[in-house]
């Protein structure tokens, strides 16, 4: 039982770079979500899914793009990355408790 | 999402218990208690939750006043991969996001 997976673990990209954060879970939960965390701040969401085949935006919406690919799967894509979307990305699940993956890095120079 | 209110710092000798307080006043019937840790720039990890009971697990137990104003967080023996920053969040059961506050960094010390 793997838990919450994300791919990348780090990335760097330039700006107007495009590039797709890839998330999975295999714990059969309905809800999904990205966060991201920039350095010495709380997590701010995103956008996220309350089941297969929804998505709605979170508190930062701005530049990036999800799709809801199954209900094990939700991805978050950059379409034109800038440097202010430099941060750590935290994908989650849940059913009722939220359970977090361990990350992606990336750095938009 | 009731607020909370978390001291911002906090230090516990190895093997003693950390005992984590948490303020929230307006917190309403329904909203449960959760905690949540940080490592280092890991992934917040699931602790505890409960509703007005107390709860216990593995990791730690979760003490709520019979006024459900505030809480704390025991863990009974404290090592130093539990330096992290703890975070108290109060939501109802299966709501959409987290708000996470800005938590309190627990400095476990040899």
């Known amino acids: 039982n793997a838990g919450v997976t994300q791919t990348p673990k780090f990335q760097v990209l330039k700006t107007g770079q495009s590039m797709t954060l890839q998330c999975a879970q295999d714990m059969n939960h309905n809800s999904m979500y990205w966060y991201r965390q920039d350095p010495g701040m709380g997590l701010r969401l995103i956008y996220y899914?309350?089941?297969?085949?929804?998505?709605d935006k979170g508190e930062v919406p701005n530049g990036y793009n999800v799709s809801r690919l199954n209900k094990r799967e939700f991805s978050l894509r950059l379409e034109s990355a800038a440097p202010s979307q430099t941060s750590v990305y935290f994908c989650a699940s849940s059913q009722e408790t939220q359970y977090f993956g361990p990350g992606t890095r990336l750095l938009v120079l | 999402d009731a607020k909370t209110t978390q001291p911002p710092s906090m230090d516990c000798a190895e093997g003693r218990a950390a005992n984590l307080p948490c303020n929230h006043s307006?917190?309403?019937?329904?909203?449960?208690v959760y905690w949540y840790r940080q490592i280092h720039s890991q992934g917040p990890q699931y602790i505890i939750h409960g509703l007005k009971n107390n709860e216990t697990n593995e990791m730690a137990s979760l003490i709520i006043t019979e006024d459900r104003k505030s809480s704390t967080l025991i863990l009974p023996h404290a090592t130093l991969r539990d330096t992290a920053v703890y975070y108290c969040i109060v939501r109802v059961l299966q709501a959409g996001q987290l708000t996470f506050g800005s938590g309190t960094q627990l400095t476990v010390l040899p």
């Open positions: 307006t917190i309403s019937g329904n909203e449960y």
């Open positions: 899914s309350a089941s297969e085949g929804t998505t």
